[in-house]
């Protein structure tokens, strides 16, 4: 299982930028999908969570408002569109899946960078 994530870069504050994170390879069936950070220094943070029955999300306070979570069943990817970005958003942003056993995986992430 490989779970790419991609879309980070460098943004301005109040800017926005859309992840996108690529699931394949064999994998039991899926019960969430999420994305989580880590800045330098910072404890790992769980910013958004998707239950693939029901589609229930969930957010971090400090993202609740600007950012989205959203899955493409056809393409097996998840997308965190993150608006009004603020400084205190850099970090890399890795997404993960849990199956129904309970087992995640995660991938390599990506680095988002808010800066003037």
């Known amino acids: 299982v490989q779970l790419q994530a991609s879309g980070g870069g460098l943004v301005q504050p109040g800017g926005s930028l859309r992840l996108s994170c690529k699931v394949s390879?064999?994998?039991?069936?899926?019960?969430?999908m999420g994305w989580y950070r880590q800045a330098p220094g910072n404890q790992r943070e769980v910013v958004a969570t998707l239950t693939t029955s029901g589609g229930k999300t969930n957010y971090a306070d400090s993202v609740k408002g600007r950012f989205t979570i959203s899955r493409n069943n056809v393409e097996n990817t998840v997308h965190l569109q993150m608006n009004s970005l603020k400084p205190e958003d850099t970090a890399a942003y890795y997404c993960?899946?849990?199956?129904?056993?309970?087992?995640?995986?995660w991938g390599r992430g990506t680095l988002v960078t808010v800066s003037s």
């Open positions: 993960y899946v849990v199956d129904d056993t309970g087992f995640n995986y």
């Open positions: 390879g064999r994998i039991r069936s899926i019960n969430t």
